[in-house]
Each structure stands twice: as C-alpha cells, then as structure tokens.
Nanobody, 122 residues
Framework: QVQLVESGGGLVQAGGSLRLSCAASGLTFSSHAMGWFRQAPGKEREFVAAINRSGSITRYSDSVKGRFTISRDNAKNTVYLQMNSLKPEDTAVYYC???????????????WGQGTQVTVSS
C-alpha cells in the first residue's frame, strides 16, 4: 500500500531552520505531484507548498514564500521542505501528500502521511 512517512520535525527557536523529509513507497513517485500542508491546534489544515512531478514547478502559500523551499529527489522517492527564518506562527503538524497534478487544493491529494510536529519557540 501507499506510505508517506514524514521526518525532520522538532523544536527550534524563532529564526532557526528545519528540513522536513517525506519518503514515499507503494506508488510511482515520479508520476505524482507532491505537497506539504500544515495544521495548527484549533485550525484547519492549510496548504504550504507544492511541486510538480519533475520538480520544475513549485507553488507556495503567501505566508511561507521566500522562507520555505520545496524540492524532490525522484531517485530517492523523497520530497523535502527546507524551512528557514521560522516564526512561532509556523508551529503546526506538517503533512506531506501526493496528487496527480500540482495543486493547492487539499481535496485533490489522494495520499497523506501521518505528519511531523514542528514547534517554533519565541
């Protein structure tokens, strides 16, 4: 079955950096666009970043543009999210997801990981 496993979350001070990874198995990774979403306590899950199948096109939410970078390695079946200049408001559970095409629409994603906690202290 399809598995998406996130890693790399943790506790970091404001202004710091983290790199999240999402390892995929059970699907043809290079045939799927990938996205990162996050959900803070008491809030709805929201789009963070997405990347197309080849890695040539990326999209970001306005709140992370210029600070976060999504990338992928199709040889390793892995997608990454480099997060710099972290803010306390970035605190959330971060999820990776797979879709047939690059999109910001949460309902378009077919497969989801279990999430990794990112906590940014002030």
């Amino acid at each position: 079955q399809v598995q998406l496993v996130e890693s790399g979350g943790g506790l970091v001070q404001a202004g710091g950096s983290l790199r999240l990874s999402c390892a995929a198995s059970g699907l043809t990774f290079s045939s799927h666009a990938m996205g990162w979403f996050r959900q803070a306590p008491g809030k709805e899950r929201e789009f963070v970043a997405a990347i197309n199948r080849s890695g040539s096109i990326t999209r970001y939410s306005d709140s992370v543009k210029g600070r976060f970078t999504i990338s992928r390695d199709n040889a390793k079946n892995t997608v990454y999210l480099q997060m710099n200049s972290l803010k306390p408001e970035d605190t959330a559970v971060y999820y990776c997801a797979a879709s047939k095409g690059i999109t910001i629409r949460i309902l378009a994603y077919d497969y989801w990981g279990q999430g990794t906690q990112v906590t940014v202290s002030s």
